[in-house]
């Protein structure tokens, strides 16, 4: 790494993988710049991730680093790690915890690894937002001594969408000349979902927990049920625990609640009976968090939403912010529908801000990269 420290710029791949896409952007990172030299995306199972990305290996340049999204890797921190063989062994161990997420990411940075032997890999860990999250939030009324080795506690998710969401209010709040909200709640709604709260720029609560399965209703996640569930399906109706995992992660949330592949768009198109009460279902589970979180932070000064679901559709967030008003959070419906980038929502009679806030997690992880070699630098 001290090598390539001597270089003021580099050109980094960013490799994003989610359950089923992968994004990758090959970057011009300076020491506090960057830019897109080039970007290509991938929906698709396993295989077909594995395979894109071989392909667009071989017709890039090797690069200088490559950065991997990584969601689960237990208790981590915001710094991004090299992945020698204990950060790898590490990722493998906490698969069983994102069975969706980790094997796939050990795999393709397999592939990075036979490609570019000599290339400089790195994690940047989607739960290291939550590091410091305080005891209040961070642990479960169950015995320490049930789980050694995966220890059960709060480890939070979507961390990268949830600091580029906090870093766009920020900006967003000095452009407007306001101050830089100290009760904040940042809404991640895609795919998966869920919701942080923030006391100034300290995380003090967030929605999912001890896996990417609890908090809010997602497209094929059930979010928090009542764990008397899992343990009937188990012991009375003879499912297995792969049978319990496939429907918890696979076929629950949207997708069980409107007989379709839980995707937001084709719900909100089918206007059926079935489909309008799903959305209402997942509408009201978001708002009771919401509800939950301006409690725990005594009011809400900013109220940001990002995520594909998040910034495409405005229904969903006139839906989701419905009959807050007495809270402090009147969104301003027409300025809602005709929304569209970085911009408020808020009426100008609300007590809160609302912002719509386009998630950037390549930015997040390129800052995050940043910042690790600057403390380097400093530590030479």
Not at 23 to 47: E, I, M, P, T, Y
Not at 128 to 135: D, H, I, S, T
């Amino acid at each position: 790494m001290s090598g390539q420290l001597q270089s003021e710029r580099q050109v980094v791949l960013i490799c994003n993988a989610g359950s089923s896409s992968l994004k990758l952007a090959a970057c011009d990172v300076g020491r506090d710049d960057f830019s897109v030299r080039w970007q290509n995306s991938c929906d698709g199972s396993a295989r077909e991730l594995r395979e894109f990305l071989a392909t667009e290996l071989r017709q890039l340049e090797p690069v200088q680093a490559v950065l991997h999204r990584i969601v689960h890797a237990g208790l981590v921190s915001e710094i991004p790690q090299r992945l020698d063989g204990d950060a790898l062994a590490r990722i493998a161990h906490w698969a069983p915890m994102a069975p969706l997420h980790n094997p796939l990411a050990l795999q393709l940075i397999a592939e990075i690894a036979q490609q570019w032997p000599q290339v400089s890999q790195f994690a940047v860990f989607d739960s290291g937002l939550y590091a410091q999250l305080p005891p209040v939030a961070a642990h479960f009324a169950l015995p320490k001594s049930l789980s050694p080795r995966w220890p059960l506690r709060r480890y939070g998710f979507h961390g990268l969408a949830h600091r580029s969401q906090w870093r766009g209010v920020q900006q967003l709040s000095v452009a407007a000349g306001l101050p830089a909200p100290r009760r904040f709640i940042s809404v991640q709604l895609g795919s998966g979902c869920s919701m942080t709260t923030w006391r100034d720029d300290q995380v003090i609560d967030t929605t999912m927990s001890f896996s990417p399965l609890d908090g809010l209703v997602m497209a094929t996640r059930a979010g928090s049920i009542d764990p008397g569930i899992p343990l009937h399906l188990l012991g009375n109706e003879g499912m297995t625990v792969d049978e319990l995992t496939t429907v918890l992660t696979e076929h629950s949330g949207l997708a069980a609640l409107s007989g379709g592949d839980g995707d937001m768009r084709s719900v909100l198109a089918a206007g059926t009976a079935e489909s309008e009460a799903a959305v209402a279902f997942y509408c009201q589970q978001g708002r009771k968090a919401l509800g939950a979180a301006i409690a725990v932070l005594g009011g809400v000064d900013a109220i940001s939403i990002g995520g594909g679901v998040g910034e495409h559709q405005p229904r969903i967030r006139e839906m989701l912010l419905a009959g807050l008003e007495e809270l402090g959070v009147t969104l301003d419906v027409e300025r809602n529908r005709k929304a569209s980038g970085m911009t408020s929502l808020h009426a100008d009679s609300s007590r809160s801000q609302i912002w719509l806030t386009p998630v950037n997690e390549t930015a997040e992880m390129i800052c995050q990269y940043q910042t690790m070699r600057q403390t380097l630098r400093e530590s030479r």
